[in-house]
């Protein structure tokens, strides 16, 4: 099959669908892949280094399209792209269209074959291809959270870990899904009291057995949201109810019994926030002060390290790129039920019933 890679042109998109050893696994499988110049730029591959695994760089981005059977990206076609697309080609990546009618229709227009990464779904209703972000998003939350507390960012200017003789930082985590559990590892990993909370008896489980009695695990609630957050240092958002908006669960008298130049940082802001006050921000002004607690609320939070975002998005997606292209779309999707359920859009027709409810669009099953 022959693959494209273009460019991403989302402003401040520095991530790439493939990266070398991507493009590598690909070409020893006998396929062809078309890589934009500098595609790789922004997550530190050069053209050079796809060149010696095998790609054919191509000067321009119509061009790569216009090759390719297969398109693979990391966020949903843009305007310019649109009219780059073929008829009957294969679109894989992020698409989010139950957010976007205009790019669902114009899909539907173009007549191409829609495979969204974020529905592609295992029997256990988990999210293979989601996973990976929540997972850089839960560890880079601490990361942000120590920023947030220096006090020339208007934080308490309190060191997480504390030092001989001082107490470490208290963390309170509410949501102990990916993101949750993967911020408590940073957070324990720096030496700070960490508690985390969660509705799920399991989840908090798991948490319990696998950091072995370091960390505090607390059923969730109002009565106990209240006490863990009023007192912590650093509060982590990471909730999840699929498919809706995250409960605000963080009120402002909440914040404003906190002690002032604590840090929130609200992970959950794609989904509209966990917390009555958290707005959201950018990469480039990602805090602000509200009830004197530093909000850190940046909606695309992996953008910040695109290079561990690739590596971490491409280990999860190759493997679904190679069946692709190895099978063709027909026998993958035959053989694989949860890629099946990545088929947004099919040569005109909307293929995935959430979409088509969230528009009140015709929906069709398609049968391979
Ligand atoms: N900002 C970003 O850049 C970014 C990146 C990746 C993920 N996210 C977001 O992070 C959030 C978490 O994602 P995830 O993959 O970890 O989800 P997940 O489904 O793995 O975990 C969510 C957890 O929230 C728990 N939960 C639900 N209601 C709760 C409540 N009332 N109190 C406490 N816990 C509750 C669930 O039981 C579950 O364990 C999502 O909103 C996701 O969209 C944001």
Known sequence: MKIGVPKEIKIKENRVALTPSGVNALVSHGHTVFVETHAGEGSGFSDDEYTKAGARIIKNASDVWAEAD????????????????????????YLHLAADEALT????NKKVIGVAYETIQLDDGS??????????????????????????????GILLSGVAGVPPA????????IAGT???????????????LDISAQRLRYIQDI??????????????IWDFVTKADLVIGSVLIPGAKAPKLITRDMLKAMR??????????????CAETSRPTTHDDPIYIEEGIVHYCVANMPGAVPRTSTYALTNATLSYVLELADKGLEKAMLDNKALHKGLNVFKGKLTYDHVAEAF?????????
């Open 70 to 93: 297969m398109i693979v990206k990391v966020k949903e076609p843009l305007g310019p792209e649109f009219e780059r697309m073929k008829e009957g080609q294969i679109i894989f990546t």
């Open 105 to 108: 229709r114009e899909l539907l």
């Open 127 to 156: 999210l293979p291809l989601l996973a990976p972000m929540s997972e850089v998003a839960g560890r880079l939350s601490i990361q942000m959270g120590c920023m947030c507390l220096e006090a020339k960012n208007g934080g308490a």
């Open 170 to 177: 208290k963390v309170a985590i509410i949501g102990a899904g």
């Open 182 to 196: 993967n911020a408590c590892h940073l957070a324990v990993g720096v030496g700070a009291e960490v508690a985390i």
């Open 211 to 224: 950091f072995k009695g370091r960390v505090i695990t607390v059923m969730s609630n109002k009565a106990n």
């Open 260 to 273: 002032k130049g604590s840090a929130l940082v609200d992970i959950a802001i794609d989904q509209g926030g």
């Open 360 to 368: 009140n669009m015709k929906y069709e099953k398609i049968e391979f």
